[in-house]
């Protein structure tokens, strides 16, 4: 590009003979310091034209040994690549760069994620949580705190604090919690400590909540976390899973499939939209991951 324009600048007649520039390009190629001519005597008035050749001459010279300086280094020699041992031809590089390579991550240092896994009642939060903690040791869940009754299998502490609903009020009361609601007729919320702690710490986090919840902390969270949207891929599967999962009443059955059908067009408020398909919760897991890996390779999560 600079020949182009170099030679448009030394083809102009006026600019040729009034000025008397005859430094080669070859020459401003090898050496890159171009001497700047003295255009004007100090005397001498300067015409608009003739200074704004002035102006062009100086601004192409300035640019490119700017250019040329940063490229080279004029004192090392950078040895043949294939007569040159790895470390030689690095440590030359490194002379002729001025400093060493590091072997800091050249990676950004990521903020934490916050992740919420939310769905209806039955679509299977619980099941896939428990395996993505299987495959994912780096990531923190969150535990809930509820008021309702441990279902066989759960352990408190674990898959959720196990209070009475006392409890539960007197932690709300205490603003211990960073969002609550009352599900099916029992409390369920999350716990602010475990959220600053692990946060705190650039951990990232997952919170498994209900619809609910998910609006909740989208509301006091906004963008800065992702939120994942569980389904099944009909309702019968969801109404089959909760029928067999055996853990409500007839009535409590009745209210989770009637809010469910209402919930799954809350779809809109969420990031992503995962299938728990029938016998296919390995592949809900694989997407959920895949999920977070994007999210975490992103350059602005
Ligand atoms: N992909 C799947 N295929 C078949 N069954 C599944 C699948 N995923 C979950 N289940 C079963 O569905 C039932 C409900 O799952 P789970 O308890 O995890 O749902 P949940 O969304 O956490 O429910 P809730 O919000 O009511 O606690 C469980 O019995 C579970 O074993």
Redesign the pocket.
Known sequence: MFRRLFRTSLSRPDLHQRYLLSISYRHFQNTCALPVPTLISPSETCSVERFQDIQIFRRFSSLYSQKAHSRRHPSVSIPAVNRAGRSELLRSLESSLGSSFSSNSLLPNPNPLIIVIS?P???????VIKKLKETREDLHFVVTATSRAKRPGEIDGKDYYFVTKEEFLSMVERDQLMEYALVYGDYKGVPKQQIRDYVGKGHDIVLRV?IQGAQTLRRILGKSAIFIFLVAENEMTMAE?LV??KTETAESLLVRVASAREEVKHVKWFDYVVV??????EN?VKQVESIIDAEKAKVRP
């Open positions: 769905g009642s039955g679509v299977g939060k619980y099941t209900d899973r067999d999962r728990n398909a029938k016998g296919k919760l809900a």
